[in-house]
C-alpha cells in the first residue's frame, strides 16, 4: 500500500465512495414500488414543489451532462411526473416542471426519506453529524462545488 493510500485523509476519502455507493444502493431500495430510478428522483428534487427549470440549468446544478438530464426528463414525461412549457428566455430549451401527480408522488418518496433518515442518524450525537457536515461542505467548496 502506498503512503498516500496509507494516510487519513486518503481514507476519508475511500469512506466517501464506499458511503456515496452504499447510500446509492438504499435508496435504489427505497425506490423499489415508486416506479422512479435514482436519476429521475434527483431530477424530481430540482423540480420540487413547482419550480421550472431547463435540461440546462438542471445539469448545471446536478453536476452532469445535458444528455444524461435530457434522458431523466424525458423518463418523466413519459411517465406522466413532468409537463413541459415554452420557457421565454430560450426557444429551443423548454422549461420542466414537475406535474400534480409528479409533485404528489415525490412528496410520499420525500416523506418516506425524512423517516429513513431520521432513523439512520438516531444513533450519532448532534454535534458529530454538524462535524461531518462542516467537513463535507470544506471539501466541497475546495472542489468548486460548493
Known amino acids: 500500500m502506498s503512503k498516500a493510500a496509507g494516510s487519513e485523509t486518503y481514507q476519508i476519502i475511500w469512506l466517501i465512495r464506499r458511503l456515496f455507493r452504499a447510500l446509492a444502493q438504499r435508496s435504489n431500495e427505497h ?3 415508486c416506479g422512479i430510478s435514482v436519476a429521475d ?3 424530481m428534487e430540482f423540480l420540487y414543489p413547482d419550480k421550472e427549470l431547463s435540461v440546462p440549468d438542471i445539469a448545471e446544478q446536478y453536476k452532469v451532462s445535458r444528455q444524461h438530464v435530457q434522458v431523466t426528463v424525458n423518463s418523466l414525461l413519459e411517465k406522466g411526473l413532468a409537463v413541459t412549457r415554452e420557457n421565454p428566455r430560450h426557444k429551443r430549451s423548454p422549461l420542466i416542471e414537475l406535474d400534480s401527480k ?3 408522488l415525490f412528496a410520499a418518496v420525500l416523506k ?3 423517516a429513513a433518515i431520521r432513523a439512520l442518524f438516531s444513533d450519532i450525537p448532534k454535534r458529530s453529524v454538524q462535524t461531518t457536515r462542516q467537513t463535507l461542505q470544506s471539501l466541497l467548496n475546495e472542489l468548486g462545488g460548493g
Do not use: T
Request: no cysteine; glycine share 16%.
Open 31 to 33: 425506490l423499489e414500488g
Open 41 to 43: 428522483r434527483a431530477v
Open 102 to 104: 409528479g409533485r404528489k
Open 112 to 114: 418516506r426519506d425524512e
